[in-house]
């Protein structure tokens, strides 16, 4: 079992509509969760850090945390063409080191 | 405030050589954390540094190094290239020991030939 899954997609969405991105991880014991947007070609880029059970909202973009479901997500609303990009989950499990899901390939058609 | 550099942006040599790397980390951070990307394995964790100390490795052979240097900027080292050290390395900066925010710098594309 892989430390962090992501359906790698590609996940398509219209402009617009909510975009649901899925995050499962293997550590109980994990403690910091991350998603990164990253677009082709360039580097990943943080745009959610969350610690806490439950729900961070920030703009556009929700994150949500079940630790005892071992679950994340990010929730984009309002989806724009410009969030088309492969977004990745990270976590830290209990060896406190960054672990990144394969990432999933958004693509908001407009 | 400037963010994460990284130079070279691109580099290609050729199987058996060696190459250095290296990261300047946004101003004030003073963790230096780096990866490596490629199609098939995606972001894998290298090393971290905080303090010109490595606090923790990856999973990889011991043809990869790096350092710190007391201004915070770090190198990273791989001898006897193989054809699969082809990929992107990337940085990443963060305040404080631990994993924390990280921020990635654009990368250095290494080809191996």
């Known amino acids: 079992q892989k430390e962090v899954e992501q359906n790698s997609g590609p996940l398509s969405v219209p402009e617009g509509a909510i975009a649901s991105l899925n995050c499962t991880y293997s550590?109980?014991?994990?403690?910091?969760f991350f998603w990164y947007r990253q677009y082709s070609g360039k580097s990943p880029e943080l745009i959610m850090s969350?610690?806490?059970?439950g729900d961070k909202e920030d703009g556009r973009f929700t994150a949500q945390l079940n630790k005892a479901s071992q679950y994340v997500s990010l929730l984009i609303r309002d989806s724009q063409p410009s969030d088309s990009a492969t977004y990745l989950c990270?976590?830290?499990?209990?060896?406190?080191?960054?672990?990144f899901g394969q990432g999933t390939r958004l693509t908001i058609n407009p | 405030k400037a963010g994460v550099t990284q130079t070279p942006r691109y580099l290609i040599k050729t199987r058996g050589q060696q190459v250095t790397l290296s990261c300047s980390p946004i101003?004030?951070?003073?963790?230096v954390s780096w990866y490596q990307q490629t199609p098939g394995q995606g972001l894998q964790f290298l090393f971290e540094?905080?303090?010109?100390?490595q606090r923790n490795k990856g999973n990889f052979p011991g043809r990869f190094s790096g350092r710190q240097f007391s201004n915070s900027r770090s190198e990273m080292n791989v001898s006897t290239l193989e054809l699969g050290d082809s990929a992107l390395y990337l940085c990443?900066?963060?305040w404080g020991a631990g994993v924390n925010e990280q921020f990635f710098g654009p990368g250095t594309r290494l080809t191996v030939l």
């Open positions: 990443a900066s963060s």
């Open positions: 550590d109980r014991g994990s403690q910091s």
């Open positions: 969350i610690y806490s059970n």
């Open positions: 990270a976590v830290v499990p209990g060896a406190q080191k960054l672990v």
């Open positions: 101003s004030g951070h003073r963790s």
């Open positions: 540094y905080f303090s010109e100390t």
